[in-house]
């Protein structure tokens, strides 16, 4: 392989040396960063579909292939055989754990999974329909205030502080969000139970009765959260790295991840499938609405179709569209109708040249939300579910970014200009 590419001015022949920076897997990048110095040019890329805005050692993706890495293990044999929180140790720390270790972190999480009763409070200040993603962005935004003793980000244990409280915390909190929606008390999270059970009981408990948490839901959902933990430079962590560049205090950083995540080309996808289904109705209304998607004047997309990375599948979706079937079956479930639909509307969308030629195939939320629904989850807390996995992401690529040797590299984006040119101030009267 070529140790460099050259950018040629056709007009003048003037010619400006791009260095390679290689990583261990996948294509190199061309590094453009004096490209404006030597020639008075930038570079143009918006959604930086062929740009690279860091280098990371956390995970990997191969998008024409198909493949997921998280610290280089494929997602599919930790999906079968790790924890959510032996992978978030994974990924934060680089290695698996042995037996000390993942003990070791474990007690940890558990041990801050309260939130300050002050900050408990701040629900209180919400309207009782707020959507619970704002609910968490803003009490997210609100751990800055608390939390004093770990914003230096050049001290590696307040950082490891910072990783693991918002690692604990995060449920606890979007669990909280749930509860205000439905005027429940809060419930406090109880430390013996593991990290997904515990968020269960957090959501579905009542303080006047028992609960029992359903092992099959809680290991459902750990392995849904192993497929969102991480997921490269997407538009979330790429927000919490812009954010934290600036050196912000990085409560507030991972606030504007969550914020990213919500929208729906991004996180906010699994709550914008089970929305379309409902549109949909049933069955025989499918053909009618896949014509409506194929009229780009229309403006509807098929939410759960499609990747930036992805152009043959999503491991993720083929993963959870296991898990999906399991847990319906198990919940006694397999006939809902909601399925039935997904499942039609699947096949023809796999069938028709319109997405075949696009390369479009279901991503890891068409699955997500129909799992969601059968847990009893209500569809505007599916994203914060997202939210939760993709915490781990956030405070590991935060965590990489404030390490690199050299210190903090602001990130700051360039444009190509295209207002008014320069023109004279004109006072009211003669406008
Ligand atoms: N339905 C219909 N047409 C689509 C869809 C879709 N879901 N996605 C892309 N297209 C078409 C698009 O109209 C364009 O067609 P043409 O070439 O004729 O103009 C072509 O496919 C390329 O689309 P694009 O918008 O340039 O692709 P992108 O890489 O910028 O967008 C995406 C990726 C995920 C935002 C997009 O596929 C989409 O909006 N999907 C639906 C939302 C969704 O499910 N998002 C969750 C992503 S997975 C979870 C996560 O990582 O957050």
Request: hydrophobic share 40%.
């Amino acid at each position: 392989m070529t140790n460099s590419y050259s950018l040629l001015n056709n007009e003048t022949g003037e010619k400006v040396e791009l260095p390679l920076v290689k990583g261990t897997l996948g294509p190199a990048g061309a590094d453009v960063g004096k490209v404006y110095d030597k020639m008075d040019l930038f570079t143009y890329d918006p959604g930086f579909t062929s740009t690279c805005s860091t280098k990371s050692a956390i995970t990997y993706i191969d998008g024409d292939k198909g493949v997921l890495l998280y610290r280089g293990y494929p997602i599919e044999q930790l999906a079968a055989h790790s924890s959510f929180i032996e992978v978030a140790y994974l990924i934060l720390n680089g290695e698996l754990p042995n037996k000390g270790q993942l003990e070791e972190f474990e007690a940890s999480i558990r041990r801050h999974t309260m939130i300050n009763e002050s900050l408990r409070r701040f629900f209180d200040g919400f309207r009782y329909d707020a959507h619970p993603m704002a609910m968490l962005t803003g009490i997210v935004g609100s751990l800055s205030a608390f939390y004093h003793d770990t914003t230096n980000n050049k001290d590696e244990r307040q950082r490891e502080i910072f990783a693991h409280r918002m690692i604990a915390k995060i449920p606890t909190i979007a669990a909280a969000a749930y509860k205000k929606y439905f005027g429940q008390p809060f419930m406090y999270p109880q430390n013996h139970l593991d990290y997904c059970s515990n968020l269960l009981y957090m959501m579905f408990a009542v303080p006047a009765e028992p609960y029992h948490v359903d092992p099959i839901a809680a290991k459902a959902l750990d392995i849904l959260f192993i497929l969102h933990a991480d997921h490269e430079q997407n538009a979330s962590t790429s927000t919490v790295r812009l954010a934290g560049s600036t050196g912000c205090n990085p409560y507030a950083a991972v606030a504007s991840g969550i914020a990213a995540l919500w929208g729906p080309a991004h996180g906010g996808a699994n709550e914008a499938v089970l929305k379309m289904l409902g549109e949909i109705g049933t069955v025989k209304n499918v053909p009618a609405f896949l014509t409506k998607v194929k009229d780009k004047n229309s403006g509807v997309r098929l939410m759960g179709f499609g990747h930036r990375v992805y152009k043959n599948f999503d491991p993720r979706a083929t993963i959870i569209r296991e898990q999906c079937h399991k847990v319906l079956k198990h919940l006694g479930k397999e006939n809902d109708p909601q399925l039935e639909l997904a499942l039609e509307l699947e096949r023809i969308a796999l069938t028709d040249d319109y997405f075949k030629d696009r390369k479009l195939y279901p991503n890891v939320d068409f699955y997500s939300g129909i799992i969601y629904k059968a847990l009893g989850i209500p569809v505007n807390m599916f994203t914060p579910m997202f939210a939760i996995a993709r915490t781990v992401g956030w405070v590991a690529h935060w965590s990489e970014m404030v390490s690199e040797p050299g210190g903090l590299k602001i990130g700051r984006p360039r444009q190509v200009y295209v207002g008014s040119p320069v023109r004279d101030y004109k006072d009211l009267t003669s406008r």
